[in-house]
């Protein structure tokens, strides 16, 4: 994965576009509450508050290539017990011999460029019949913002 600079702080300020593209995801998973799930490209942490919510028993492995990003996210959900912080790279994803119910990702998958060994990873570490749930950024994503610059522009 090509390495990108973010500032974890500036990112969960103006996230917000991110933020209610997780709740898509997040509406799509579907939990009983006591699973063990990876948020691939965690971010700062927003959409994390929304999934602990729906995981009163369960897990949250909290993934991101830029520490800063998980620095925001520990910053906003360091006192919560069951969630668990990594800076790594997806490509290279290394949970030990552990398996998870299901893997979240939002706005994250089109900064990778080798989506085979990506899903690869991805699919190593989900249990058979687990879920990946997914949104990634492409056509449409800022359609009303790109709408609203032209008017401004115009």
């Known amino acids: 994965m090509t390495k990108r600079g973010w ?4 990112y969960d300020r103006i996230g917000t576009p991110q933020l ?3 709740k898509v995801v997040l509406d799509r998973l579907e939990l009983r509450g006591d699973e063990t799930i990876v948020d691939a490209g965690c971010g700062s942490g927003r959409v994390k508050e929304l999934l602990l919510e729906r995981l009163p028993d369960g897990h949250v492995i909290a993934l991101d ?32 011999d552990r398996q998870v119910d ?31 749930v997914a949104q ?18 115009a």
């Not at 500032?7 to 500036?10: L, P, Q, S, V």
């Open 20 to 22: 209610e593209w997780g």
């Open 7 to 10: 500032d974890g702080k500036t």
């Open 102 to 132: 299901g893997v979240i990702s939002t706005a994250t998958f089109h900064w990778i460029t080798d989506h085979a060994r990506l899903f690869e990873q991805l699919h190593a570490i989900i249990r058979p019949g687990g879920q990946l």
């Open 65 to 96: 290539g830029s520490s800063s990003m998980i620095e925001a996210a520990r910053e906003r959900l360091g006192g919560h017990a069951n969630i668990e912080f990594a800076v790594m790279d997806l490509l290279e994803l290394d949970l030990g």
């Open 136 to 153: 990634c950024g492409g056509k449409g994503n800022i359609a009303k913002v790109l709408e609203q610059a032209y008017a401004l522009m």
